[in-house]
Nanobody, 128 residues
Framework: QVQLVESGGGLVQPGGSLRLSCEASGFILDQYAIGWFRQVSGKEREGVSCISSGVATTYYDDSVKGRFTISRDNAKNTVYLQMNNLKPEDTGVYYC?????????????????????WGQGTQVTVSS
């Protein structure tokens, strides 16, 4: 069955770094785009980044551009989110999710409804 498992979250001071991993199973990772979302209690889930299938085109929310980097290793069935210069407002539960959106429609990547499978989430807390 399709599964996505996030790891790598934790507590970090402002300015610090974390690398999140999203390990996929039950499907061929390279055939799907993968998105990262974060959610703070009481707020809607928001898109952070997305990487397309194939050519691995990347997308970022403006709030993380220049600080976060998304990448994929299809041989390891894993998508990564490298997060540098973390800020308190980056705090939240981070989820990875799978979408079947083709490259020409990946402008819709920020919409959670476009994703069919989600991981369980990993907590990231940025605090001094």
């Amino acid at each position: 069955q399709v599964q996505l498992v996030e790891s790598g979250g934790g507590l970090v001071q402002p300015g610090g770094s974390l690398r999140l991993s999203c390990e996929a199973s039950g499907f061929i990772l390279d055939q799907y785009a993968i998105g990262w979302f974060r959610q703070v209690s009481g707020k809607e889930r928001e898109g952070v980044s997305c990487i397309s299938s194939g050519v691995a085109t990347t997308y970022y929310d403006d709030s993380v551009k220049g600080r976060f980097t998304i990448s994929r290793d299809n041989a390891k069935n894993t998508v990564y989110l490298q997060m540098n210069n973390l800020k308190p407002e980056d705090t939240g539960v981070y989820y990875c999710a799978r979408t079947s959106l083709p490259l020409r429609l990946l402008g819709l990547w920020v919409m959670p409804t476009q994703y069919d499978y989600w991981g369980q989430g990993t907590q990231v807390t940025v605090s001094s």
